[in-house]
């Protein structure tokens, strides 16, 4: 039931021809982990389609809101 394998699902229902969700993060993570994850990560690119969801364990975790600003810029700079 993860939103990216909800995405795939629809597309396909859709018709549209996608390969399955290539999913990095882990229940838990905040956008540290994500940055980390991304970097340790072999992926099979180029995408045509990423989703980031990403910042309620960095807030659930008391962190500061400037450090995830930061990342979250990071992360939306990230090519794939």
């Known amino acids: 039931d993860r939103y990216p394998n909800q ?3 629809s597309l396909r229902s859709l018709g549209v021809d996608i390969a399955n969700a290539e999913i990095i993060a882990t229940t838990g993570w905040t956008s540290s982990d994500l940055l980390r994850g991304i970097s340790n990560t072999i992926t099979h690119e180029p995408y045509d389609l990423v989703s980031l969801l990403i910042g309620v364990n960095n807030q659930y ?3 500061d809101t400037g450090i995830y600003k930061k990342e979250f810029e990071q992360l939306l700079g990230t090519e794939f």
């Open 7 to 9: 995405i795939v699902d």
């Open 61 to 63: 975790q008391g962190m």
